[in-house]
């Protein structure tokens, strides 16, 4: 029974039915997000400021704070967002059906109890809406259900993603979580600066889009669009000559003029005989294509087969 439920995964959970509580889940986790942004020292390409990963739903790292530390966590098992501190206190705020404004006020009096401040600009980015968290009493929606099987779709992005990641020596980002437009990333450097980036996404200025795209780059990684089920992505930035033209390796994969980048549908890697591998090579393929194309150092790269040799 043990090794059955290790084997269990890649759930199906379609974006439409969940597009309520998405919207209300994305404004918590960048209220959250900012709350992280606030007090983390600025690292290149804005590293500091995702989520990660855990083995209950999605959380911060430590923040350093004072002479000490404290986290967040969506623990989407007992669906509470868990405030701990470096001094051994904790509180919680429930997942629940609430308002934005209401989530905000309970997670500031958290802090406010911990003795954390927290001077964030309550504003949402990255989105059309501008409504401020305080004033935000529309999107109040929380399925639980659908949460934890979201959580659980990031779960299996984030372990094939980190066995990909390993296969390169150049710089390389951790696999994390960018709230700003609810997309778990992985980022590969070639070395050389790239051109400015234009800018231009809602309600952010443009000088964080340069500050994440001031290098060369090709990034994967899996976001809830793209696809009934969401889906993975693969681009390069700048976009090289001849890039949207390669194979990206796999039945049902695609470049989108639209998003420019190509996008593999979840719902055709979580219905393949052998998702780890049809991702793998998704991502594996879409890497080549920006590397040839933008004629990267091909010892960048580590025989996977020699990973998996060293692994066991």
């Not at 949402?124 to 999107?139: A, C, G, K, L, R």
């Not at 066995?163 to 980022?187: I, Q």
């Not at 793998?280 to 960048?300: I, K, M, Q, S, V």
Request: charged share 20%; glycine share 8%; with cysteine.
């Amino acid at each position: 029974m043990p090794a059955q439920r290790w084997s269990e995964g890649w759930p199906a959970l379609r974006v439409a039915d969940w597009k309520d509580t998405q919207a209300t889940l994305h404004m918590w986790m960048q209220m959250v997000g900012k709350i992280r942004m606030a007090h983390a020292p600025l690292v290149n390409h804005w590293w500091q400021v995702p989520f990660y990963v855990t083995p209950r739903g999605l959380g911060t790292s430590s923040i350093p704070y004072g002479t000490g530390v404290f986290d967040l966590e969506f623990d989407v098992v007992a669906h509470r967002l868990l405030i701990r501190t470096s001094l051994g206190e904790e509180r919680s705020v429930p997942l629940e059906p609430q308002s934005v404004a209401r989530f905000h006020e309970r997670v500031m009096a958290a802090l406010a109890d911990l003795g954390v401040e927290a001077p964030i600009r309550p504003v949402p980015t990255e989105v059309e809406s501008t409504i401020p968290f305080p004033e935000d009493h529309t999107n109040a929606s929380y399925d639980a259900a659908v949460v934890t099987a979201y959580w659980r779709q990031l779960i299996q992005a984030e372990r094939v993603i980190t066995r990909f990641r390993a296969e390169f020596l150049g710089k390389v980002s951790p696999v994390h979580y960018f709230w700003g437009a609810m997309d778990l990333a992985c980022t590969r450097f070639s070395g050389r600066p790239a051109p400015t980036h234009p800018g231009g996404a809602p309600n952010c200025a443009d000088w964080v889009m340069e500050e994440g795209y001031s290098h060369e780059l090709s990034s994967c990684g899996f976001w809830a669009g793209g696809g009934e089920e969401g889906a993975f992505y693969s681009y390069a930035y700048p976009e090289p000559e001849g890039y949207r033209d390669a194979s990206p390796g796999v039945e049902g994969a695609f470049y989108s003029e639209e998003f420019r980048q190509f996008l593999l549908p979840y719902e055709a890697v979580r219905s393949s005989t052998d998702p780890d591998t049809t991702l793998l090579t998704f991502l594996r393929a879409t890497y080549r294509a920006a590397a040839e194309t933008g004629h990267w150092d091909e010892g960048l790269l580590i025989d996977p087969h020699r990973l998996e040799k060293h692994a066991r």
